[in-house]
């Protein structure tokens, strides 16, 4: 993998397009659920079931996202430690 910081920026403006391209999910299907006869309880049961899947994924999504702020700070911390040896623009390799 080359270090390239550039690309790297291009990926964590993609990772929030992409997060914001399942924004509005509230939005989108309270006025369907809401339609008289819209489901049988077990449709019911099941998009309950995947809508707490859903919940599941983001919450887990955003500990991973405080885990990465984190330990990017962390590493920007590194360079005022006099072992800190940083990596030449040319490097290719982790």
Known sequence: M?????EMEAR?????RSLRAVDGV???LIPVIHRPGWTTPAEFAFFNSFLEAMTGQVA????MRERLI????????AQDNPLF???PPD???L
């Open 12 to 16: 964590l403006h993609r990772f929030d």
């Open 70 to 77: 984190e330990s990017a700070k962390t590493v920007a911390v």
């Open 26 to 28: 509230a939005e989108a």
């Open 60 to 63: 887990v999504l955003a500990q």
């Open 85 to 87: 040896t940083p990596v």
């Open 2 to 6: 080359k270090h390239d910081p550039a």
């Open 91 to 93: 490097h290719t390799r």
